[in-house]
């Protein structure tokens, strides 16, 4: 899940009538575009109409989406979105040695980061046996599933998705110079309205920064690519016991990943492969991170931490400094 990333525009631009800004309300979030050359018609209609089929396939928090009819058993039919969604997670479940998993939403339900109860005491032990990526597998475009009990939970991926899916469309109608955002994921192309790379801003990572772009560590420009910020300090409850939850949750234990990693920016190919490894960077941890990224110098990664005087401190990857 994306937290951190503001969009920064220069103060000069280009002529009105090309330039376009549509925003909103969507997904149970807020989203942005920006396309700096001629914008298509009925913008505005277009995005929220790839917003609503979003919510109506992928969303664990309507209950008459595809996905929730899916975790009833109701059905075993996916459509195109769920399947390419399961399969990319299945590349960074592996990639993470498993610490990233779509299946762990039974804990993140007993949790209460979904309908914002949260059990008296969780089971963990009895959940884990129905968490798990390899325990499930796509054959002919139904969902099979190794227990019933098993359900899975994509909001650490769909939005970068479907950030994808608005670009692909504006690509379509001709826009070639643009920026997306749905909720803090990211992906832009070409240049902003004045001509440059576009400049996101990426928060401070602490409790209360709730307002994006009200406190920033640092600016990266980008073009081309997709931008997505995990991090703990926005999405968190006080659970019956008055411990801290975050929504990370460790799918090897079940428990609340706990780490000194207070936030974890990533750009990609694509919104929706950053979308899920800022959440991964976040479920492996610092250290976890680091020795990831130490076999992967190709990974263009901005992590913020803690350091043991509890300073913040920040790791760029090697692939990261070309956007700083």
């Known amino acids: 899940m994306a937290v951190g990333a503001a969009i920064l525009l220069a103060a000069c631009g280009r002529p009105a009538e090309t330039a376009e800004t549509v925003e909103g309300f969507a997904l149970g979030t807020v989203y942005k575009v920006t396309v700096s050359d001629k914008a298509p018609d009925s913008l505005r209609e277009k995005v929220e109409g790839i917003c609503a089929a979003a919510d109506s396939s992928m969303s664990v928090f309507n209950p008459r989406s595809l996905l929730s009819r899916i975790n009833r058993n109701e059905t075993d039919s996916l459509n195109e979105d769920i399947i390419r969604n399961?399969?990319?997670?299945?590349?960074?479940?592996?990639?993470?040695?498993?610490?990233?998993?779509?299946?762990?939403?039974?804990?993140?339900?007993?949790?209460?980061?979904?309908?914002?109860?949260?059990?008296?005491?969780?089971?963990?032990?009895?959940?884990?046996?129905?968490?798990?990526?390899?325990?499930?597998?796509?054959?002919e475009g139904r969902l099979i599933k190794q227990y019933p009990e098993i359900q899975i939970g994509l909001n650490s991926i769909a939005k970068g998705y479907t950030v994808d899916k608005i670009a692909r469309m504006l690509e379509q109608e001709g826009a070639s110079d643009y920026l997306v955002n749905v909720g803090g994921e990211i992906f832009c192309r070409g240049v902003n309205p004045s001509g440059e790379r576009w400049h996101i801003a990426i928060d401070t990572p602490y409790e209360g920064n709730y307002l994006p772009g009200a406190s920033t560590s640092t600016v990266i420009n980008v073009s081309e690519a997709g931008i997505a910020t995990s991090g703990n300090y926005r999405n968190f409850h006080t659970g019956p016991d008055g411990r801290k939850y975050t929504h990370i949750i460790d799918p090897t234990t079940g428990g609340n990943t706990e780490s000194n990693l207070l936030s974890a920016t990533v750009v990609a190919e694509s919104c929706t492969l950053a979308d899920a490894m800022a959440t991964m960077y976040m479920a492996l941890g610092l250290e976890g991170s680091l020795a990831l990224l130490a076999e992967h110098p190709e990974f263009a990664v901005l992590l913020i931490y803690a350091d043991g005087n509890g300073e913040m401190k920040m790791h760029i990857s090697p692939a990261m400094e070309q956007y700083m």
């Not at 039974?106 to 008296?120: E, K, S, T």
């Open 86 to 139: 399961i399969e990319l997670a299945r590349s960074v479940s592996e990639l993470s040695g498993g610490k990233y998993d779509i299946t762990v939403q039974p804990l993140v339900d007993a949790y209460g980061f979904i309908d914002g109860r949260q059990a008296a005491e969780v089971n963990v032990d009895s959940l884990l046996r129905y968490v798990g990526y390899e325990k499930i597998t796509i054959r």
